[in-house]
């Protein structure tokens, strides 16, 4: 079954007559970042009895692999489509405080072209791409040495930044 942001009945699944069921997250972790969370909530609330087994999440391994201080972060999801919306949260996030942030995939490479005009040379990005496949990609350096031709269009990626 297919939960997603398009899932209209999360009740259905709630009806679901298997004794098991596993709830598995395709990029990161079921609920966070995830429409999972609302399905445990209900599940919880109808006395089925939840387990979860750790595993790999996208989130986190960017944050291991980014090389940024990962004793404080703050992960903020997705952050505003709107082009003035996004400038105006990324240029107030907190200084020395590592911060991240997902995208759709198809919309990464706009991201990316916002974060390199909004944010301050000596601010640090990292972007983890495709992380744990064969072509994962892991860029990490200060905005003033990316290349304006780097893209992720098309690949799950989560964003690290280190205002400083």
């Known amino acids: 079954y297919l939960l997603n942001e398009h899932t209209k009945d999360i009740d259905a699944l709630l009806n679901l007559k298997e004794e098991h069921i596993g709830l598995i997250s ?14 445990v909530f209900k599940a919880r609330k109808k006395g089925v009895v939840i387990c979860a087994y750790p595993g790999p999440s996208s989130i986190f391994l960017a944050l291991l692999l980014s090389g940024f201080p990962s004793q404080k972060f703050m992960f903020h999801g997705y952050l505003p489509k709107e082009e003035e ?23 990464n490479d706009k ?37 304006k031709e780097e893209s992720f269009k098309d690949q799950p990626a989560v964003f690290v930044l280190l205002r400083v």
């Open 85 to 107: 919306a996004l400038k105006k949260m990324v240029t107030s996030m907190q200084k020395g405080l590592t911060h991240l942030f997902i995208e759709t995939p198809y919309r």
């Open 111 to 147: 991201l990316l072209k916002t974060l390199l005009l909004s944010l301050g040379k000596e601010d640090l990005l990292c972007v983890a791409a495709n992380l744990m496949a064969p072509n994962e990609r892991v860029i990490s350096c200060a905005v003033k040495e990316w290349k």
């Open 26 to 39: 395709d990029a990161g972790l079921p609920c966070v970042a995830d429409p999972g969370s609302k399905l």
